[in-house]
């Protein structure tokens, strides 16, 4: 899990990509677009530690590890519909 300081640190980190990246979209040079995208993906990417103490990995550095891309979706999880949710919001508020 990352802290909301960790997650600030981060992007003031990659500040100076982000201002070229919003400076280049102005300016329509898309090849300079590309340059900081690139530049920014790969500081926020190098800033990312995983601190975390699960036995699975984590999604990033799973999906590094794939060559392939995911051929199926996700299995969906009962309860977790947006209907489910709403039903037990209401319920509780009913209390």
Known sequence: MRT???IALQLA????HL???VGSVYAGDRA????????????V???????????????LIDQ??????LRRTRARR???TSQ???????ARASR
């Open 64 to 69: 590094q590890r794939r060559t392939e891309p």
């Open 13 to 16: 980190r990659a500040s100076y």
């Open 45 to 59: 990417l190098d800033g990312a530690r995983d601190r975390g103490t699960d036995p699975f990995a984590r999604s």
């Open 19 to 21: 201002i070229e990246l």
């Open 84 to 90: 489910a949710v709403v039903a037990r919001r209401r």
């Open 78 to 80: 009962p309860g977790r």
């Open 32 to 43: 300079r677009v590309r340059r900081a995208a690139r530049a920014l993906a790969d500081a």
């Open 4 to 6: 909301f300081f960790a």
